[in-house]
């Protein structure tokens, strides 16, 4: 595959770097929300034309092929892919400094076509080359694998080798913006051309001036818990990346114990933003002192709508894949039309379940309504919160029957959300056909996208205030799905109750008392909606679509991005 850089050299200005980035469901450089949230902001600046080049990781390996075992575990496998197949190589090779010794990085070229032709490339940097040490070649094999030594390796190729690569491929770049705290070492590579001299006094102890540093970085935090932050030991870091920057500096910017890459990046970034009001407002109390801006993540609309919706948005607004804004018109919509275009979407889905899992996807029905929970297998996501009393659920039911599927990964080191995945399964046998569960296994993008098509109510029920923003209820709601959601992330915007979608739980309530609010919900508002007047219950969904589908998308978020953060 042929391609070239030169029609993107003398125009770009902006760097994107994100560890994992979602560009197409066989190229398996992402694993959830993170990634997909990168793909989905590449491919709205190609829509809007943006002076940008993207930069991420070549993960051949993947992140996770999931299987589920007789006994209901996750097994895990490795997912490879061939860069080769869909993307092209490029010339030019950059070397950092990992354990002493040279690593050689190159870069592969994927472009990015929006559907109006304009372009944007993505780098996919690469060090499995033969003249790399044998233990070298892998370090960009498997996106989040092996330890937070193989993780520091990592994000120094990001980070030090991506600011390289830049160079050496000929962009002149003015702005940086880093997705995560992954990429944290690039403003501190280029805070080394900072140095003070050393016959001017210092003003502090810090002997670099991170002014002109902080001119070029933007920072999107997504973390809003400090577990979740990427923290390195000094002596491990003086290992890695021996006298790259002195630890004593180094601590300065990135705290005392410990380098924890968010308060790196947040040091040396002169904008950073969380990605939902209710995440800036959490961040700002983690990180006090600093100035957190609030831009709420979005969806690349003409990416998650299922065609049968994409046919009707055509016709309400024909620029709707450019300009989103026009879904604030789906009010106009027939109901005969919005709910046979669920019911079609729906029926592609059941009949994806009956593929991956014929015995538990037996007692679905097509004229039932469906529930879905695809996220991360994890703790705070609360994935059994529907199952804490099966025979509430049993009876709820039996007045007004539904159904329900679940999909997601648990990272292969995260035990309790392998356990959880094998409850799950436990609960939907104890349901019997009660209430038909099915759990379809290898939750990623082309999964992602059937399930938000189909989905009738959306569910979503994490621990407050661990959703930095959340953003596959969005996909759903563009599909008239109803969002069933915990008051965390991006739905404390968009939650207007019996309009948009429900509420679990009252904001700033104890969590415990989720369970039982979840249950009254579904057995006084969501089922009565689902087995009542079709009229109105298209009504709900044509609500959905214009007040969610027509603001929250990536077109709108890129727009705020370019001109509060890029244009600052
Ligand atoms: C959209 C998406 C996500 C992010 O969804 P959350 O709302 O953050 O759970 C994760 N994985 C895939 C495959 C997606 O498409």
Redesign the pocket.
Known sequence: MAASLDPFLARTRIAYLSMEMALHPGIHTYS??LG?LAGDTARSAADLELPMVFVTLASREGYLRQEIGQDGRQVDHADPWEPADWASPLDAAVAIRIEGHSVWIRAWLRVLTCPLGHRVPVLLLDTQLEVNAPEDRGITDRLYGGDEVLRLRQEAVLGIGGERMLRALGFEIETYHLNEGHAALLPLSLLRRHRLASDRPAEGPLRYDPDPVRERCIFTTHTPVEAGQDRFPYGLVERILGDFFETDQLRLLAGEEALNMTRLALSLSGWVNGVATRHAETTRRMFPGYRINAVTNGVHVPTWAHPAFARLFQEIAPNWAHEPEGLARADRLPDTAVLAAKAEARAELLAEAHRRTPEAAAALRPDLPLIVFA??MTGYKRPDLLFSDLGRLREIAERSPFQVLVAGKAHPRDDVGKELIRTLQDHAHQLGGAVPVAFLPG???AL?RLMVAGADVWLNTPLPPMEAS????M?AALNGGLNLSVLDGWWVEAWEEGVTGWAVGRDGEAPGDHAGHLYEQLEQAVLPLLHGEPARRAWMMKQAISRIGAHFNSQCMMRRYAAEAYLR
């Open positions: 959830g929300g997909v996220r991360r939750y990623d993008m992602a959340g953003t596959s209820g996909k």
